[in-house]
């Protein structure tokens, strides 16, 4: 059973800098999860992909987050993480780290793209509060 546990949320000035991170157990090396990702979910709207990554390092971003936002995997280490520069107020959520098997977006034939019903399994989130 993956178990995933976020940490590195906090609260931030706008145009500031946070990395989060995602530590994975439950698995071997040679049985890490295909697909990684980040999530988040603020307030009264729906959950949002941020960034999702293969296990070989392949990345994709939400349009919110590219150029802004790192995605990065340490496949050693069991790590997730995801470098926020340039944050903003809309920035404002709960960050969700999630891992599952191989999958395609239906729309782009992309692997392991951001999109949640890919996902089986989920940490509980850190809190990431950014004012103006």
């Known amino acids: 059973q993956v178990q995933l546990v976020e940490s590195g949320g906090g609260s931030v000035q706008a145009g500031g800098s946070l990395r989060l991170s995602c530590a994975a157990s439950?698995?071997?090396?040679?049985?890490?999860?295909?697909?990684m990702a980040w999530f988040r979910q603020a307030p009264g709207k729906e959950r949002e992909g941020v960034a999702a990554?293969?296990?070989?390092?392949?990345?994709r971003y939400g349009d919110s987050v590219t150029g802004r936002f790192n995605i990065s995997i340490d496949n050693a280490a069991k790590t997730l993480y995801l470098q926020m520069n340039s944050l903003q107020p809309d920035d404002t959520a709960t960050y969700f780290c999630?891992?599952?098997?191989?999958?395609?977006?239906?729309?782009?034939?992309?692997?392991?793209?951001?999109?949640?019903?890919?996902?089986?399994?989920w940490g509980q989130g850190t809190q990431v509060t950014v004012s103006s």
């Open positions: 990554i293969t296990r070989s390092g392949a990345a």
């Open positions: 439950g698995y071997s090396h040679n049985d890490s999860p295909d697909c």
């Open positions: 999630a891992a599952g098997a191989f999958f395609r977006d239906r729309a782009t034939g992309n692997l392991c793209p951001p999109i949640a019903r890919g996902y089986n399994y």
